[in-house]
């Protein structure tokens, strides 16, 4: 099994800041729309937010790219291509495998900005853009998935399964360690130096069970295999992704 960390919505470089937590539920905003797309942060009902934390650069009734799709009924739909997805494929991830998706906010108090966990997908299927059939594309189409409006890559793949986003900012779901720089993480104690893509620099992996994460990159996968206490620690996120 993997787990692919995977980072997503607003920071300084895409869409101009963090995301916010309001009255204590992180609301992830997806990126402005680099085309292909029919759904504006208005539709979603993040006009106000999202104005609030580009410092009005982004106006609601702009597109936005809203990938990864939450749906009301569990699943979610996550596209990826190009390198990213090139990354992803080199690494084998697939169906039975999890993307925890992360990103950066900012404390609904202090205005902290750092780095937490915001939901989560287990892919039950891959579908390959190039070559699904046309009645999936236009299922697909129907419910505004931006890959699907429009290929963006060759290789343009949608993952699709069970997924949901936390209903509140949990202290477990925080990566950021407290008082420190969004990218410095308090990691897992079963992730070991090496064991994310990306970060095979050994001066990333510090004392006290903290990772200097990456600044750029978008897909940091873990092979954990058949070991239990990564299943112990997803388990732990999904529970608290789905708590109140």
């Not at 697939?94 to 998706?101: C, K, Q, R």
């Not at 064991?195 to 990333?204: E, F, I, P, V, W």
Request: proline share 6%; aromatic share 8%; net charge neutral.
């Amino acid at each position: 099994m993997r787990i692919v960390f995977s980072r997503k919505g607003f920071d300084s470089a895409a869409g101009g800041g963090a995301s916010p937590i309001i009255d204590g539920k992180p609301i992830s905003l997806p990126i402005p729309s680099g085309g292909h797309s029919c759904t504006t942060w208005d539709d979603l009902g993040l006009g106000e937010h999202v104005r609030a934390a580009s410092k009005e650069r982004h106006a609601g009734s702009d597109h936005c790219h809203h990938d990864p799709m939450f749906a009301a009924s569990g699943e979610c739909l996550f596209g990826q291509c190009g390198a990213a997805q090139t990354h992803l494929a080199n690494r084998g991830v697939g169906a039975g495998d999890w993307f925890v998706f992360f990103g950066l906010f900012r404390e609904e108090r202090t205005g902290e900005p750092h780095h937490r966990i915001f939901g989560y997908l287990r892919v039950r299927e891959m579908i390959d853009l190039c070559n699904c059939s046309s009645e999936v594309r236009d299922e697909l189409v129907a419910m505004g998935h931006p890959h699907a409006l429009g290929m963006h890559a060759r290789n343009d793949v949608i993952y699709r399964g069970e997924g949901r986003t936390a209903r509140a900012d949990h202290d477990s779901l925080r990566l950021t360690v407290p008082g420190g720089p969004p990218s410095l993480w308090k990691r897992p104690g079963w992730l070991k130096p090496g064991g994310l893509s990306y970060h095979d620099r050994a001066d990333r992996w510090l004392p006290g069970n903290r990772l200097q994460a990456v600044a750029r990159g978008q897909e940091f996968v873990a092979d954990v295999g058949k070991r239990e206490a990564p299943r112990r620690w997803l388990a732990d996120i999904v529970e608290a992704i789905l708590s109140h």
